[in-house]
């Protein structure tokens, strides 16, 4: 968050954003009780933003529940749509697909989660991994390794106090200390390989995306079937290009 005055803030608009984040996989469908209860606020305040959200065709209610509509991702594909990031990076990823067979990504750490911001899908017929806009906790994912791995000592610290891991296949890591033992490796290694944490039969080979400066402003990682490279084939046959393109892409950054 950044330091500014607080005079120039409209406090209210915040509270509605808070009130739009409550809704989750976990909570797809909110009273006004439980929805003021997430956002910190008064059960009346809670209701009135989301009466708003009602009125203006964001969200819908059955009189005691409310829930998003799809007009909400408005609100998303505005910064997909006007990001510099994501448009830089499109030619790279696609260049990356064709020369790869497999699905290119560009993402990056918002909070606990990793968000994809744009993606080139693989030539082949069936397309796999993440659309555009998607999330996922950070720990699920090869992207989340590296850009968890760019941060300081102490930014980490922070990142694992108030975190949460899901467990979502046999493969999962959700241990905090064997997790940052894995972000630590990520960052001497410079790439993460994620297998099946998310799904069976998917893995994710990632490296971080640095600007001419050597920060980390993203990663660019590959989704792919694992049986489709055994072994130590990923990281022969994908991790080469991987890193041609992010290194490609770091002289426009």
């Not at 991994?129 to 300081?152: D, Y």
């Not at 972000?183 to 290694?189: E, M, P, S, T």
């Not at 080979?205 to 055994?230: E, K, N, W």
Request: hydrophobic share 45%; with cysteine.
């Amino acid at each position: 968050m950044s330091d500014v005055d607080r005079s120039l803030l409209i406090e209210g608009l915040g509270k509605g954003l808070r009130v739009i984040e409550c809704f989750s996989d976990q909570h797809p469908r909110l009273t006004a009780s439980e929805c003021g209860r997430l956002a910190g606020l008064t059960r009346t305040a809670a209701r009135r933003y989301l009466v708003s959200l009602v009125h203006y065709g964001y969200a819908d209610t059955d009189g005691k529940h409310y829930w998003l509509l799809p007009a909400i991702l408005r609100l998303g594909r505005s910064y997909l749509e006007a990001a510099r990031l994501p448009r830089l990076a499109q030619p790279f990823l696609q260049r990356l697909s064709m020369q790869t067979g497999e699905t290119a990504n560009l993402s990056v750490l918002d909070g606990h989660d990793v968000v994809y911001l744009t993606r080139s899908n693989s030539p082949r017929v069936i397309s796999i991994g993440f659309h555009p806009g998607a999330r996922i906790q950070a720990h699920l994912v090869s992207a989340g390794f590296v850009v968890l791995a760019s941060l300081t000592d102490a930014q980490l610290d922070a990142w694992f106090a108030d975190a949460e891991f899901g467990r979502f296949t046999a493969e999962t890591v959700v241990e905090p200390d064997q997790l940052r033992a894995m972000v630590l490796q990520a960052r001497q290694l410079g790439y993460w390989l994620a297998d099946q944490y998310a799904d069976i039969g998917l893995r994710g080979l990632a490296v971080p995306l640095l600007d001419r400066h050597g920060r980390c402003v993203a990663a660019m990682s590959i989704t792919f079937q694992s049986r489709a490279y055994p072994g130590d084939d990923a990281l022969l046959k994908l991790l080469p290009p991987l890193q041609d393109a992010a290194q490609l892409l770091r002289g426009v950054l």
